[in-house]
């Protein structure tokens, strides 16, 4: 299974967003799953994991409005330490905050 969790959708963006979409690797003619979003705010770069049959989403940035977020940041963002675990059939449940803000090195994926 693929997971995609948030991201944007322009640059700059005038947002984040709050997705999940899955595909299954077994199945791949089924196409992409739209899910149920983690309870949290939308982000970008967030930290996305899998293991034990689950998949977590933690920390990474929500794009805030102009004049709001951290000073010097363009677009200004609200750093996040929140952190959620999604078990297909079961959903989402929010687990431990990470101890301080962190964020996954930001990646394009695009193709032809």
């Known amino acids: ?3 995609v969790a948030g991201g ?5 963006a005038p947002a984040s ?7 299954d690797l077994s199945k791949p003619q ?3 799953r739209i899910l149920e979003p983690w309870p949290g705010p939308a982000r970008v770069t ?3 994991a899998a293991q034990d049959g689950a998949l977590y989403v933690m920390g990474g940035s929500e794009i805030l409005p102009a ?3 951290m000073p010097g940041l363009n677009p200004p963002r609200r750093c996040l330490t929140d952190a959620y675990r999604y ?3 079961d959903g989402w449940k929010r687990v431990r905050d990470l101890p301080r803000p962190a964020s996954a090195a930001p990646a394009v994926a695009c193709g032809p």
């Open 87 to 89: 078990r297909p059939g």
């Open 8 to 12: 944007q959708d322009a640059v700059p």
């Open 17 to 23: 967003l709050r997705n999940l979409w899955a595909l």
């Open 67 to 69: 004049g709001q977020g």
């Open 46 to 48: 967030p930290i996305v």
């Open 1 to 3: 299974m693929i997971y």
């Open 30 to 32: 089924a196409g992409w």
